[in-house]
């Protein structure tokens, strides 16, 4: 066992628009996931990201880090995360004007960073990631 996620899914969109040429959706999150089951003796930490993604016309898979945080061994505390509206740390941005009507699954993905020996990954299941459809007009 990695990770027991309850649950990630979007709280509130808080906007959609064209910025500099590009669609950028800015939105918050809730987490709630017990990170401990991914640790051992030889874990030092775990690097832990939100992932959105969806599909485009001009790129099949899109996939964009939405929120980051480094999980230590030391700070059992900190292995436990249950936040509502975590807003976002980097915005959702496509390369051009195709976010709108876009379905999107946002998913939990780790790295462990080992005291010793090769760096690995973990992640959700993608059929558990929850989704949601973003708007066909800006906002």
Known sequence: ???????????????????????????????????????????????????????????????????????????????KIDLENIFVKYALVDQGDELRGKDVKLQLMWDHMPITGLLYTGEQPLAEASSFTLPTEYQ
């Open 1 to 79: 066992m990695h990770s027991v996620i309850d649950s990630l899914q979007l709280n509130t969109l808080r906007s959609l628009k064209s910025h500099g040429g590009v669609d950028r959706a800015l939105l918050s999150f809730d987490l709630k996931v017990d990170m401990a089951p991914a640790f051992h003796w030889n874990i030092k930490q775990l690097f832990v990201y939100v992932v959105a993604s969806y599909q485009s016309d001009k790129n099949v898979n899109n996939q964009i880090v939405i929120w980051d945080k480094i999980i230590e061994a030391v700070k059992p505390e900190d292995m």
